[in-house]
């Protein structure tokens, strides 16, 4: 089964490309029959349509981890700020309103379950057992880090560990994604399976 995206599917705001979604959806159709999947990161929902869909034929579901408060680059006078998703009323980002509508739009409101927290916060008490974790959360070291380390040992053995915005030349991107995708491999618990674009997966060995 290939990824067929949603009729607005270019009018979702997201940082994700073409074959980034592909990769996304076809790892997510495999994991799924392992178990549920863990997304940190959901901004307006673009990625978390791809899994949802590729976890829906097998009775899945995805759990979309984000405060919704947006990360550094989205703030009031930052490079991806946008005003569309600025709240007036509480003087802050709010992405969680246009999440629910895309995932309604994609009728996944059955497979997606939102949890709005941050990464620290909602991996205090987890105890459930992931067949893939995905990491495109805040770009700062700090963040990066807190994600890996509050989820990759949650992945179960032959699940899979994918972390978006990879960028071995720091001229062409952030490092904290490539710092943890390092970490992973060091870890000796992880290997690669593939690289497309900016999206790396790894496999819980």
């Known amino acids: ?19 980034e979604a592909e990769t996304l959806f076809r790892h997510a159709q495999n994991a799924s029959q392992m178990g549920p999947l863990l997304e940190i990161g959901s ?10 869909l590729g976890s829906k034929p097998n009775d899945s579901v995805v759990y979309a981890l984000d405060h919704h408060r947006g990360s550094e680059e989205h703030q009031l006078g930052e490079m991806f700020h946008d005003p569309d998703l600025y709240d007036d ?10 999440f629910r509508r895309n995932i309604d739009r994609a009728r996944l409101a059955d497979t997606v379950i939102p949890l709005v927290a941050s990464s620290e ?12 974790v995905f990491i495109d959360g805040g770009h700062s070291l700090d963040a990066a880090l807190t994600d890996y380390r509050c989820w990759a040992g949650h992945v179960v053995p032959g699940g899979i560990l994918a972390i978006h915005d990879i960028f071995p030349d720091a001229a062409k991107g952030g490092q904290a994604p490539y710092a943890i995708y390092q970490m992973a491999l060091d870890s000796g618990l992880f290997v690669e399976l593939e690289l497309v674009n900016t999206l790396v997966v790894l496999q819980r060995v």
């Open 89 to 98: 009323s509480s003087a802050a980002v709010d992405t969680f309103r246009e």
């Open 1 to 19: 089964m290939s990824f067929v995206p949603p009729a607005d599917w270019q009018d979702i705001k997201g940082f994700l490309a073409e074959d």
């Open 43 to 52: 901004y307006c929902g673009k990625s978390t349509i791809c899994l949802g």
């Open 121 to 132: 916060l909602a991996a205090r008490q987890w105890n459930t057992p992931l067949s893939l």
